[in-house]
C-alpha cells in the first residue's frame, strides 16, 4: 500500500499533476460556481481542460463575474431543451472529451443518461458511486460506497459495490485494501438483516474473494473508526482506525454519513462513479470548489491508468 496516500488528499494531486497530457472533462450544466472554479483550478494545476456545455448566456454571465472569462476553455452553448447531460455524453463518445462531470442538473437527471444502456457507459455489472473522505481525527482517506445509486442494495449488488471499491481504491495507489461493512452493530442478529448480510458477505469472501481485500462485518462505525473504541468494547480487530475503505448497508445511511461528516466536521472529500468505462465526477452542488477540484484529480488518474481487478 502506498503510505503517503493515506494521510491526505496532497498524493492524489501529485498524481493528477503527473500525467502525461491533460484530460478533456465535458462539465453537463457548467454554470456552478464551485465547479468551475475547482475545474479552471485543476486547469491551472495541469491536468483538466474544461469543456463547459449549458445554456451560453448562464455560463458566460458567471464566467465574468467569477472573473474567469478570459481563460482558456471549450464553451458548447445548447438550448434549454437539450438535455446537457446525453450532449456531453455523445461528446465522449465521440472521442470529443475523456471526463464527464456533473454540473448545474439534478442528480437523478445526471444519472438517467448515464444508466441508459442505449448509451454503452456500463464497464460490468453495475455502477456505483464512491466517496472519498479525510474524516478529521482519522490518518487515512476513507472511501464510502454506495450513497448515490443503490437505494436498498441486495447481497449480491453489495458485492458489485466492494468491487468497484476496491478497484477506484486501486487506481489510487491503495493495494490490498481493508474494507469495513457497516451495521449498526457487530453481531449478526436476525432481527437486523443487514447484520447477517454482512456476514454472508464475509464469510463467502473467505471461501471464494470477490477482490484484491480483507473484508470486515457486520462492525459499526466507531469500531470502524476507533482503536480505542475497539479496545473499550474487547473487540479483537487489528484494522479498527485503519480501514481504507466503508461500504454502507443502503443509500440513505451512506448520504446521511457523508453529509454529516462534510457539513459537521468538515471532512473533505471528492466524489467519483466507478463501474463506467468513463470516470465520471459526481459531487454536489453545494459542494466546495476544492471538493470539485479533487473529484478532477481523481478522475484525471484513473483516465490515464488501468488497473487490474
Known amino acids: 500500500m502506498n503510505e503517503e496516500f493515506s494521510h491526505d488528499f496532497d498524493t492524489i494531486v501529485e498524481q493528477a499533476k503527473a500525467i502525461r497530457k491533460p484530460v478533456r472533462v465535458v462539465i453537463a450544466g457548467a454554470d456552478v460556481e464551485n465547479i468551475l472554479k475547482g475545474a479552471f483550478d485543476a486547469q491551472e494545476a495541469g491536468f483538466v481542460t474544461p469543456i463547459l456545455v449549458g445554456n451560453r448566456k448562464r455560463i458566460t454571465e458567471m464566467l465574468e463575474r467569477l472573473d474567469l472569462q478570459d481563460r482558456s476553455y471549450d464553451l458548447q452553448p445548447v438550448a434549454d431543451d ?84 476496491v478497484r477506484a481504491l486501486r487506481m489510487l495507489g491503495v493495494d490490498h485494501p481493508k474494507i469495513a461493512l457497516l451495521s449498526l452493530v457487530e453481531q449478526p442478529s436476525f432481527h ?46 487489528p484494522y479498527c482506525g485503519e480501514f481504507d475503505g466503508i461500504v454502507v448497508p443502503n443509500l440513505m445511511a451512506g448520504n446521511l454519513m457523508i453529509k454529516t461528516l462534510q457539513m459537521n466536521s468538515t471532512a473533505n472529500s471528492c466524489g467519483i462513479i466507478m463501474g463506467a468505462k468513463i470516470p465520471i465526477a459526481i459531487t454536489s452542488r453545494s459542494d466546495s470548489q476544492e471538493q470539485a477540484f479533487l473529484s478532477l484529480a481523481a478522475c484525471a488518474i484513473m483516465a490515464q491508468r488501468e488497473v487490474k481487478e
Open 82 to 165: 437539450v438535455n446537457v447531460v446525453q450532449y456531453s455524453i455523445e461528446m465522449i463518445l465521440a472521442g470529443k472529451a475523456d471526463v464527464l462531470m456533473r454540473g448545474n442538473t439534478q442528480t437523478r437527471d445526471f444519472l438517467m443518461p448515464i444508466l441508459n444502456k442505449g448509451n454503452h457507459l456500463l464497464y460490468k455489472n453495475i455502477m456505483t458511486h464512491v466517496v472519498m473522505l479525510k474524516i478529521p481525527g482519522c490518518e487515512k482517506i476513507t472511501a464510502i460506497s454506495d450513497a448515490t445509486i443503490l437505494v436498498k442494495p441486495s447481497v449480491e449488488k453489495r458485492k458489485e459495490v466492494i468491487k468497484n471499491m
Open 192 to 237: 437486523m438483516r443487514d447484520t447477517v448480510e454482512a456476514q454472508t458477505i464475509v464469510m463467502q469472501h473467505e471461501e471464494e474473494p470477490l477482490a484484491d481485500c480483507t473484508l470486515v462485518g457486520p462492525i459499526p462505525y466507531d469500531l470502524i473508526v476507533s482503536k480505542e473504541a475497539a479496545r473499550l468494547k474487547n473487540y479483537d480487530c
